[in-house]
């Protein structure tokens, strides 16, 4: 194995790791921070997080029979459901995806099964999921909703059809759901075996380190059995609270976003040797001339500009990169990067 290595963006601006690039105005910050002031420090945090959790299920619309656990960022939570699991259980997602579904599973010790997705449109190859579902019998299936790093939303058909196929576990990972417009929240009544997991760090709240997983609270009890006691500390739970209350905010930087994304799309493909895919996601997977793209990923940050080198995976992302979607400004260096990029490869 290797540790996750986060890149140095130091003196860069930085596209690489899918954060919302607005921050808060002023006079929103220095209610922030008045709510901070009587913060008991002293004391141990609410280990329920009751009032950020009845904002969460609010803003969400959650009903009442199913009960929410937070997490201290999805991948604590991922851990959670894993860790929950009996030595060498079976674990199943589509491949390319996040990667710490494999990263955890094994770590501890759990039988991992990555199914590609189709090579044309990154959608989910339904016959080869059912198969593996029949053959493995996961414990758990990961489907990320959007898909990172390819940013599409899997077919909705296909995502019914292997949770109503799996008897085990099946977690919709909707850590794009600000970008997306699409949800399976509203699914969960009708299937026992669903959880719904969500963040707040793509939405503009990268740094409170908050995710949280909803669904039927006899799951849900069986994750808080080994979840840590005070997992949430104060200040985020006060920050995201009333991070939360504004979400008028929040939903005026997700349109920004999503304007500029389909701005940044439509340049893509005007270059020549250059591939992107459609997505539902804050970011954009683009695929770059054969056996190129680490050399113009290497040219761009040479310019001033972090994204992501995926290509050393191999598979599908063979040649690929991704962008997440900045201010209008750090798009366009980022365009005019690539596009000198290409011109002297």
């Given at each position: 194995?290797?540790?996750?290595?986060?890149?140095?963006?130091?003196?860069?601006?930085?596209?690489?790791?899918?954060?919302?690039?607005?921050?808060?105005?002023?006079?929103?910050?220095?209610?922030?921070?008045?709510?901070?002031?009587?913060?008991?420090?002293?004391?141990?945090?609410?280990?329920?997080?009751?009032?950020?959790?009845?904002?969460?299920?609010?803003?969400?619309?959650?009903?009442?029979?199913?009960?929410?656990?937070?997490?201290?960022?999805?991948?604590?939570?991922?851990?959670?459901?894993?860790?929950?699991?009996?030595?060498?259980?079976?674990?199943?997602?589509?491949v390319p995806g996040f990667v710490m579904y494999k990263q955890?599973?094994?770590?501890?010790?759990?039988?991992?099964?990555?199914?590609?997705?189709?090579?044309?449109?990154?959608?989910?190859?339904?016959?080869?999921?059912?198969?593996?579902?029949?053959?493995?019998?996961?414990?758990?299936?990961?489907?990320?909703?959007?898909?990172?790093?390819?940013?599409?939303?899997?077919?909705?058909?296909?995502?019914?059809?292997?949770?109503?196929?799996?008897?085990?576990?099946?977690?919709?990972?909707?850590?794009?759901?600000?970008?997306?417009?699409?949800?399976?929240?509203?699914?969960?009544?009708?299937?026992?075996?669903?959880?719904?997991?969500?963040?707040?760090?793509?939405?503009?709240?990268?740094?409170?380190?908050?995710?949280?997983?909803?669904?039927?609270?006899?799951?849900?009890?069986?994750?808080?059995?080994?979840?840590?006691?005070?997992?949430?500390?104060?200040?985020?739970?006060?920050?995201?609270?009333?991070?939360?209350?504004?979400?008028?905010?929040?939903?005026?930087?997700?349109?920004?976003?999503?304007?500029?994304?389909?701005?940044?799309?439509?340049?893509?493909?005007?270059?020549?040797?250059?591939?992107?895919?459609?997505?539902?996601?804050?970011?954009?997977?683009?695929?770059?001339?054969?056996?190129?793209?680490?050399?113009?990923?290497?040219?761009?940050?040479?310019?001033?500009?972090?994204?992501?080198?995926?290509?050393?995976?191999?598979?599908?992302?063979?040649?690929?990169?991704?962008?997440?979607?900045?201010?209008?400004?750090?798009?366009?260096?980022?365009?005019?990067?690539?596009?000198?990029?290409?011109?002297?490869?």
């Amino acid at each position: 194995m290797s540790a996750y290595k986060v890149a140095d963006a130091q003196g860069l601006i930085k596209l690489d790791a899918m954060e919302n690039p607005y921050n808060w105005p002023e006079d929103i910050k220095k209610d922030w921070l008045e709510t901070l002031k009587d913060c008991p420090l002293n004391r141990y945090p609410d280990p329920e997080a009751r009032q950020l959790v009845q904002t969460i299920k609010r803003l969400n619309q959650i009903s009442d029979q199913f009960d929410v656990l937070l997490g201290n960022g999805s991948d604590e939570i991922i851990q959670l459901l894993l860790m929950a699991l009996p030595h060498a259980a079976r674990v199943l997602a589509p491949v390319p995806g996040f990667v710490m579904y494999k990263q955890l599973s094994d770590c501890l010790g759990l039988d991992y099964h990555g199914i590609p997705l189709l090579a044309d449109s990154f959608d989910l190859d339904l016959p080869a999921m059912l198969s593996a579902i029949e053959q493995h019998q996961p414990s758990v299936i990961f489907l990320a909703y959007p898909n990172n790093p390819s940013g599409n939303l899997f077919s909705e058909t296909s995502i019914r059809e292997i949770i109503e196929t799996g008897k085990g576990l099946v977690v919709l990972d909707e850590a794009y759901a600000p970008f997306a417009g699409a949800s399976f929240i509203n699914a969960l009544a009708q299937h026992d075996n669903l959880l719904v997991m969500r963040t707040v760090s793509k939405l503009g709240l990268a740094g409170l380190r908050l995710g949280y997983i909803t669904g039927n609270p006899g799951i849900i009890e069986q994750l808080n059995k080994i979840r840590l006691p005070y997992n949430i500390n104060s200040l985020t739970q006060l920050s995201a609270d009333f991070a939360l209350s504004r979400k008028v905010l929040f939903d005026q930087q997700t349109q920004k976003i999503c304007a500029e994304r389909a701005a940044v799309f439509e340049r893509l493909n005007e270059l020549d040797g250059i591939t992107a895919y459609p997505s539902a996601a804050n970011f954009i997977l683009f695929r770059t001339p054969e056996k190129q793209a680490s050399t113009i990923f290497a040219s761009i940050k040479q310019q001033g500009v972090l994204i992501k080198d995926l290509s050393s995976q191999g598979g599908l992302l063979s040649d690929c990169l991704r962008v997440t979607i900045g201010k209008p400004e750090e798009n366009a260096a980022f365009l005019a990067a690539l596009k000198k990029s290409l011109s002297t490869t």
